[in-house]
C-alpha cells in the first residue's frame, strides 16, 4: 500500500472561525468559500447566531452579515472547541454583551485562567466554577491592556485582542515566542489598526467600521499534516497537496519533517486576505530522529501527535521538550500519546514536557484509547497503517471536530 495522488482541504481551522468572527463586527455582508467542515467552527457558527448575528450557509459558502449583538437568550455552548470559548468570550467582552458560556466534558476541564485574568485586568466583570466552564460575564466598560503574557498562545491574544476592539484604550501584548497570527493578519486586511514589534502586537479600539471581507480559505496544515505524516514513513509515497495555508507560524511540522530528510517541495505559493497560501510535495524517504525544544513548539503544537507516530518510523532517537502545553489539549496529549505508542511496542519514555522516541521500530496492532480526541484518532490511524496487525479506535467519531470526512480521504489517497 502506497500514498499516492493530489488532496485538497476544507478550509483551515483557526482561519475559519477568525473569518466567522471578524465578519460579525464588519458592517455588511462578508462571503466565505471552503470554511472549515468540523464541529468546532459549526459550534462558533451557533455562538455567533445565537448573538443575533446573521450566517447563512449555502452549498460552499457562508454569508455572514455583520452588525450588532445581543445578549444571547440561551448559555452559549462551545462544544469541544477552545477556539470557539477563548475568542468569544474576547470578543463578547468587547461588544458589551452578558453571556453564559458552557462546554463538554473535554472543554470543562480544559484552563480558562489564562483569559479570565487578562480580560479581568481590563474591567471585565466575570464568574467561573474554579477559573474553569461555566463562565458567565458581563456587560462592562474595558480599557486596554499592556500585557505579558507567560504563554504563546493565540488564542490567549485573540481573546486579548477582540476584547481591545471595544476597549477605550491601546492594548500591547507580548508573547514569549510569537503563536499563530491569523487575527492580526485578518484584522489589518480588514482595516483594523494593528502594528507589530517583535513579539509584540499593539492594537487600537476601532474608531470605524470594519470592511466586509471575502475569503476562499486555504486548506487546514494541521489536518494535511495526517496525510503528510503517512506520506512520510509509507515507502514509495508522493503526494501533492493543493492550496493549503503556508503562513510560516502554522508550517513547523513540513519544516520538521524535512530536517528529518523528507523530500519536501512548495509550489504556487500566492498571498490573499494576507494569509500565505501554496501547494506542497511530499515524497518519502528515509528518516532520522530529530530534536524539538521549546521556541519550536507554538508552530507545530497540534501535529505533535503525529509526529510521534513519524518519529517511530524514524532511525535513532527523537526528543521533544518543553511542550507541556499538549498536556492542557482536548486531552492530555503526552499521555495519550505514551500510553497508545507503548501497547503499540515503541520504545517511548513520558517526560513531563514531551518524550523521547528510539526509532525505528515495527508497530504492533493495538486497542487505541482516543480520549475522544480528534488528533489522537487521526495520528493513531496513521500508525494503523504501518502498524503489523490491525488497530482499533475506541472513538472514531471524534475526527468530526475538525475533519468529517477523514476516513473518507485516507480510503481515497491509500493506494
Ligand atoms: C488555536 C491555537 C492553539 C491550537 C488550537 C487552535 C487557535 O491553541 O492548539 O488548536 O485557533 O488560536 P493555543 O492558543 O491554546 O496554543
Same mark, same amino acid.
Given at each position: 500500500m502506497v500514498i499516492k495522488g493530489s488532496i485538497s482541504f476544507p478550509g483551515d481551522k483557526s482561519i475559519s472561525h477568525r473569518a466567522l468572527i471578524l465578519a460579525s463586527l464588519c458592517k455588511g455582508e462578508s462571503s466565505f468559500s471552503n470554511l472549515s467542515t468540523g464541529m468546532d467552527v459549526f459550534s462558533t457558527k451557533e455562538c455567533l447566531m445565537a448573538c443575533g448575528i446573521n450566517i447563512i450557509s449555502e452549498k460552499n459558502k457562508t454569508i455572514v452579515n455583520g452588525g450588532t449583538f445581543n445578549d444571547p437568550n440561551q448559555k452559549l455552548d462551545c462544544g469541544n472547541s477552545g477556539t470557539t470559548m477563548r475568542l468569544l468570550v474576547g470578543l463578547l467582552a468587547g461588544q458589551k454583551v452578558s453571556a453564559t458560556f458552557i462546554?463538554?466534558?473535554?472543554?470543562?476541564?480544559?484552563?480558562? $485562567? /489564562?483569559? &479570565?485574568?487578562?480580560?479581568?485586568?481590563? %474591567?471585565?466583570?466575570?464568574?467561573?466554577?474554579?477559573?474553569?466552564?461555566?463562565?458567565?460575564?458581563t456587560k462592562s466598560e474595558l480599557t486596554g491592556l499592556d500585557y505579558e503574557s507567560p504563554i504563546a498562545s493565540a488564542q490567549v491574544k485573540s481573546s486579548v485582542l477582540l476584547a481591545t476592539l471595544g476597549s477605550n484604550k491601546t492594548t500591547c501584548f507580548t508573547e514569549p515566542v510569537l503563536s499563530r497570527d491569523h487575527t492580526e493578519r485578518m484584522l489589518k486586511y480588514i482595516g483594523a489598526d494593528i502594528s507589530f514589534k517583535n513579539n509584540k502586537t499593539f492594537l487600537e479600539p476601532l474608531s470605524n467600521p470594519l470592511s466586509p471581507f471575502n475569503f476562499n480559505i486555504p486548506g487546514d496544515p494541521s489536518t494535511a499534516a495526517f496525510f503528510a505524516g503517512a506520506a512520510s514513513i509509507i515507502p514509495g509515497s508522493?503526494?501533492?497537496? $493543493? /492550496?493549503? &495555508?503556508?503562513?510560516?507560524?502554522?508550517? %513547523?511540522?513540513f519544516t520538521i519533517l524535512d530536517k528529518?530528510?523528507?523530500?519536501i517541495k512548495y509550489l504556487k505559493e500566492k498571498e490573499e486576505v494576507g494569509e500565505l497560501i501554496g501547494n506542497i510535495n511530499i515524497k518519502q524517504e528515509r528518516l532520522n530522529g530529530v530534536r524539538i525544544s521549546a521556541k519550536e513548539i507554538p508552530a507545530i503544537i497540534d501535529e505533535l501527535p503525529i509526529i510521534a507516530i513519524i518519529a517511530t518510523q524514524a532511525k535513532g532517537i527523537t526528543k521533544v521538550t518543553g511542550a507541556k502545553e499538549l498536556r492542557m489539549k482536548e486531552c492530555d496529549r503526552i499521555n495519550a500519546i505514551s500510553k497508545n505508542l507503548n501497547d503499540m511496542g515503541a520504545k517511548i519514555k513520558e517526560l513531563d514536557d514531551g518524550f523521547i522516541i528510539e526509532g525505528p521500530t515495527v508497530l504492533k496492532g493495538a486497542k487505541i484509547e482516543t480520549f475522544k480526541d480528534h488528533r489522537i484518532a487521526m495520528a493513531f490511524s496513521i500508525a494503523g497503517l504501518v502498524a503489523d496487525g490491525n488497530i482499533l479506535l475506541d472513538y472514531p467519531e471524534s475526527v468530526k471536530i475538525s475533519y468529517p470526512e477523514f476516513f473518507e480521504q485516507l480510503n481515497r489517497v491509500c493506494k
Open positions: 462546554g463538554d466534558d473535554s472543554l470543562s476541564s480544559r484552563p480558562m $485562567n /489564562r483569559i &479570565l485574568s487578562p480580560l479581568a485586568e481590563m %474591567g471585565l466583570k466575570l464568574k467561573s466554577k474554579n477559573k474553569r466552564l461555566p463562565i458567565t460575564i508522493n503526494i501533492t497537496i $493543493n /492550496r493549503v &495555508l503556508i503562513n510560516p507560524t502554522r508550517i %513547523g511540522f528529518m530528510g523528507a523530500r
